[in-house]
């Protein structure tokens, strides 16, 4: 997943929450649609390994207590590399395992829940699907500073990135990531490498890095084709 802006994409997709404005808070609502769009990852796939794993404790302001993320890149073959994140979902996680070129294109994707002998093919779709013609384009800052995390009883150097995206409206929205050379799923900017994110945080959202390993195995089985 390489994008040309990929600070701003989280931003973008998630709807653009204001900088210091109030967030609601829901104790009822269930969270997984939010967690599935504000966990994801923009990483360098072309530095995959098979078998890296990361996985992310994640909370909500509001909401009562906690949920896990995984990414896991799982299997390699000469068209690039299988990576699964495992979301939170009711009644069970699921799991959405996606097949990648190493030059970060989506070759094919399936969605299932952990351990499913039948999950749903969600790429290539059948027909294709339908562009929004969108509004005005934001501007994007970067804020970049050195900082220590204490994680998992581990000390991570990290680089900590604040990227701020103001609208023609004048609301701005804001995403803090913190990236260390010592976590997988690299991410990757022009010539420079920042590492995996350690810490994310965004609006009422908070995800942390509890474990990371090199035995990943896969968790969603793709039928034969």
Not at 9 to 30: F, I, Y
Not at 62 to 86: F, H, L, Q, R
Not at 92 to 112: A, H, I
């Amino acid at each position: 997943m390489n994008m040309k802006h990929p600070f701003s994409l989280l931003l973008l997709v998630a709807g653009c929450q204001a900088v210091g404005s109030s967030v609601p808070e829901d104790r009822t609502t269930d969270p997984s649609a939010e967690i599935a769009v504000a966990s994801q990852l923009v990483y360098d796939v072309g530095s995959l390994k098979p078998g890296q794993w990361v996985r992310y404790t994640v909370k909500i302001a509001g909401a009562s207590g906690t949920w896990s993320v995984k990414y896991a890149c799982v299997e390699e073959d000469p068209e690039g590399v299988w990576v699964e994140n495992k979301l939170p979902a009711l009644p069970r996680p699921m799991v959405v395992k996606s097949k990648l070129s190493r030059d970060g294109k989506l070759v094919e994707q399936w969605v299932g829940e952990a351990g499913s002998a039948s999950p749903a093919k969600t790429w290539p779709l059948r027909s294709a699907p339908t562009k929004s013609a969108g509004g005005p384009a934001p501007t994007e800052s970067l804020h970049e500073q050195a900082e220590s995390l204490t994680l998992a009883e581990r000390t991570y150097a990290c680089t900590k990135v604040i990227s701020v995206l103001t609208y023609p409206d004048k609301r701005s929205s804001a995403v803090e990531n913190w990236y260390s050379p010592d976590v997988p799923f690299t991410f990757k900017s022009g010539t420079r490498t920042y590492g995996g994110v350690a810490r994310r945080r965004f609006g009422r959202f908070t995800m942390e890095l509890s474990a990371a390993g090199t035995d990943a195995t896969p968790e969603l089985q793709v039928p034969p084709q």
